[in-house]
């Protein structure tokens, strides 16, 4: 009986996918050395345009911890999200980079397909942001 070294490596990589040492999944975070006040900007356009911002409000899982940086990260990973993981949608005028771990903490899961995340397809970030929408900047 002949053996197909492509189905070796088809169990092989499917293995790898099951147990988790081999994903392709990507999340949008803040970055660590964004300034606080270019950070809330970008944080305000993304929930203006379509993140869900809902579980970083103050009843929400993701509100804890309650800081511009965590905040705006699960922001701009919805939006990222919202856009199909468009990599031009995880800029927010540099203050956001795309990273490989994932970043969900206890009750707080940061979605990690656009499937999971639902939702309207957002428009791409250019490089300025616009003022919030409401004028007053979420915290």
């Known amino acids: ?9 088809v169990v092989l990589l499917l293995r790898l996918l ?3 040492n081999l994903t392709t999944a990507t999340w949008c975070v803040a970055r660590n050395d964004a300034a606080e006040d270019a950070l809330q900007k970008a944080l305000d356009y993304a929930c ?3 993140a869900d911002c809902t579980p970083v409000q103050e009843s929400g899982p993701c509100f804890l911890p309650n800081t511009v940086q965590a905040h705006a990260s699960y922001a701009f990973n919805s939006y990222y999200m919202h856009s199909s993981m468009d990599t031009a ?11 490989k ?9 940061y979605p990690a397909s656009p499937s ?3 939702g309207m397809k957002n428009p791409p970030l ?5 003022p919030p929408q ?4 979420l915290k």
Do not use: K, Q, R
């Open 89 to 99: 949608a995880c800029d927010f005028a540099g203050t956001a980079a795309v990273a």
């Open 134 to 137: 409401n004028g007053a900047p």
């Open 1 to 9: 009986m002949a053996t197909f070294p492509n189905v070796t490596a």
């Open 18 to 20: 099951i147990s988790g």
């Open 101 to 109: 771990t994932d970043p969900s903490y206890g009750s707080c899961v």
């Open 48 to 50: 203006g345009a379509g």
């Open 126 to 130: 250019e490089t300025a942001l616009p």
């Open 116 to 118: 999971t995340a639902g």
